[in-house]
């Protein structure tokens, strides 16, 4: 197996993940395999499962990383993306503040649900198919739909917040047609021949990172009006400022099928047109049915009309 010359971090933030975390382990293991050298870091709060005594313990097993863990941020920060935005900026804290970590080469940055219960080594090889000049940034796609919109910023794709334009949203639009439009109409389907696709921002639930080009950026989920916007996006301004180049790798799968975050763009943009299309054909076929009877009754002759024989229904000659 070949490994790469350079140095990782694998990072996340977690919080009631027990269930997806024996799977997750796999993956972080067969990751670190690959390269010269790798660590893990993972900040917990408040989990209600047995998330952090599987870090805690998988951690130690393995002397692989650190653990850090906080009680009752829920209660400090209530709101979630600037929750999720601390969690993220302590990663960083600790990694810029090691004399160590602070000299790894890479940092990956992971959710820690099912959506990446495929990312795979080989993901993560399809990065360093490419110079490792030529980007800074590389996010993962998923094989069905790519889900992650409220963290892409795309010139054409998603220039805009889709979630800030659904609640700005005309009061004669209802709700679900302005998510169809600005969420789930954004999530498509990127085949793995694509390549980079270059973007101004994008997570997708995983990202690899050029360590020293991220030094000095943070996260931010909340504006000064306290409305809250994706962390990502925000990070990923500090980024571009400095001339990274950021891309979504379409080989970079970490997950297939439907999971937890795409499921309801799945509904409203699939399962539905597909129920109607069956509903379709089927009605189709059963008129085809209906009418193949009647034709065995009365004949398949063209223009065959059924005469009306009570005598009721016949008029009378007119005088």
């Not at 694998?10 to 997806?20: D, F, R």
Request: with cysteine.
């Amino acid at each position: 197996m070949k490994k790469f010359p350079h140095s990782i971090i694998i990072a996340g933030v977690v919080k009631n993940c027990a269930k997806y975390l024996p799977k997750l382990f796999e993956r972080i293991e067969g990751i670190s395999e690959r390269f010269e050298k790798s660590s893990c870091l993972f900040v917990e709060n408040d989990s209600k499962d047995a998330t952090r005594q599987l870090l805690g313990d998988w951690l130690e097993k393995g002397k692989r990383g650190t653990l850090i863990v906080y009680d009752r941020l829920d209660a400090a920060i209530p709101q979630g993306t600037a929750r999720i935005a601390f969690a993220r900026n302590r990663l960083l804290d600790h990694i810029e503040g090691d004399a160590l970590l602070s000299q790894y080469d890479y940092l990956l940055s992971i959710d820690m649900d099912e959506v990446n219960h495929e990312l795979f080594p080989e993901a993560i090889a399809s990065c360093f198919e490419h110079p490792t000049d030529s980007w800074d940034a590389l996010f993962a796609n998923q094989s069905e739909i790519y889900y992650d919109i409220w963290a892409l910023r795309h010139a054409w794709w998603s220039p805009d917040d889709c979630w800030n334009n659904v609640q700005r949203r005309p009061a004669f639009i209802p709700r679900q047609q302005a998510s169809r439009y600005s969420v789930h109409g954004r999530m498509l389907c990127i085949s793995p021949h694509m390549g980079l696709i270059p973007v101004d921002s994008a997570f997708g639930g995983a990202g690899i990172y050029r360590l020293e080009k991220i030094r000095g950026c943070r996260y931010r989920g909340m504006t000064k009006s306290k409305k809250a916007v994706c962390e990502h996006v925000y990070f990923h301004e500090q980024l571009r400022k400095k001339g990274a180049k950021l891309f979504i790798n379409a080989q970079m799968m970490n997950s297939s099928g439907i999971n937890s975050h795409s499921k309801w763009a799945w509904r409203i943009l699939y399962r539905k047109p597909l129920i109607i299309r069956a509903k379709s054909f089927l009605k189709s076929v059963w008129s085809g049915i209906i009418r193949q009877f009647i034709g065995k009754i009365y004949g398949n002759k063209p223009n065959h009309i059924i005469p009306i024989t009570p005598e009721r229904n016949i008029r009378p000659p007119i005088q």
